[in-house]
C-alpha cells in the first residue's frame, strides 16, 4: 500500500522488452534506503516489484496488463519518473489509501495558474469517471490529489508549488498522459452493492406495459 506522497524521482536509465513484457531500469538514491529485492516500489503510481538493485538504481518487471492499462509503455531511456516506497506499519499516512493499480489513463486538458496553485483539468474515459467524486480522493502518476469539481468527461485538481516542483508534473502540459488510479473505497462499494442492484433491476423489469393493462391500469 502507498500513501500518493512522492518521495523522490528517478531516471529511466534502460528498457527493454516489448509489447508484452517489458524490465525497467530505474535510476534514483532515496527510494533504495532500506529496501531489498522483493519490495515494491511505485513508479508513476505503479507498484512494481524490485527484482534486482544496485547503489545507482533497480530494476523492475512489467507485465503486458500494466502496460495495456498505464503510460509507462510510453515511456523512453532518460524520462523521469516519480517514485514512492510501500507505506512502513509504523509511517505517517499523509496522503490517502494508494494500491498502485491503475485503473487506465487520461490527458492533461488544461492547466492554468490561480493565485499559488496550478489548476489541472484532466479528460477520462466515462469508466473511470463513474468513480471520480468532488472532494474525494484520486492518484495522478502516483501523486495524492483531491478533486475539485467533476463534469461530464473531465474532472479538475490543483496543486500547489512544491508538489509541482518535486513531482514530474513539473514537465507535464496539454496533452500529456497520466496515469489514474480512482478511490479504491468506491470500487469495494460497487462492487459489494452490485447484487442488490441487480436483483432490483430484476424486479422492476417484471412490471411492463402488458402486466399494467393486465390488472386495470
Not at 489548476?119 to 502516483?142: C, F, H, N, P
Request: charged letters at 25%; a negative charge.
Amino acid at each position: 500500500m502507498f500513501t500518493g506522497i512522492i518521495e523522490e524521482t528517478g531516471r529511466l536509465t534502460r528498457i527493454s522488452g516489448d509489447s508484452q513484457a517489458a524490465r525497467l531500469g530505474i535510476g534514483c538514491k532515496k527510494v533504495l534506503e532500506h529496501t531489498k529485492i522483493g519490495d515494491s516500489i511505485a513508479v508513476n503510481g505503479i507498484c512494481l516489484t524490485v527484482v534486482s538493485m544496485t547503489e545507482q538504481g533497480f530494476e523492475a518487471d512489467v507485465m503486458e496488463e500494466t502496460l495495456k492499462r498505464s503510460s509507462l509503455g510510453a515511456l523512453k531511456t532518460g524520462d523521469t519518473v516519480n517514485l514512492e516506497r510501500a507505506m512502513a506499519a509504523d509511517g505517517r499516512f499523509g496522503g490517502h489509501i494508494v494500491s498502485g493499480h491503475i485503473d487506465g489513463t487520461g490527458r492533461v486538458e488544461r492547466m492554468e495558474q490561480r493565485a499559488n496553485a496550478v489548476w489541472i483539468t484532466i479528460q477520462a474515459q466515462r469508466a473511470l469517471m463513474r468513480y471520480i467524486v468532488e472532494k474525494g480522493s484520486v492518484a495522478l502518476d502516483g501523486v495524492s490529489l483531491t478533486v475539485a469539481s467533476v463534469s461530464e468527461g473531465s474532472f479538475q485538481v490543483s496543486m500547489i508549488p512544491h508538489t509541482i516542483q518535486e513531482t514530474i508534473w513539473n514537465q507535464k502540459k496539454e496533452g500529456s498522459l497520466v496515469n489514474i488510479e480512482c478511490d479504491v473505497i468506491g470500487k469495494y462499494v460497487e462492487k459489494l452493492l452490485s447484487p442488490a442492484l441487480e436483483e432490483e433491476k430484476k424486479q422492476e423489469s417484471k412490471i411492463t406495459e402488458a402486466f399494467l393493462k393486465k390488472y386495470g391500469f
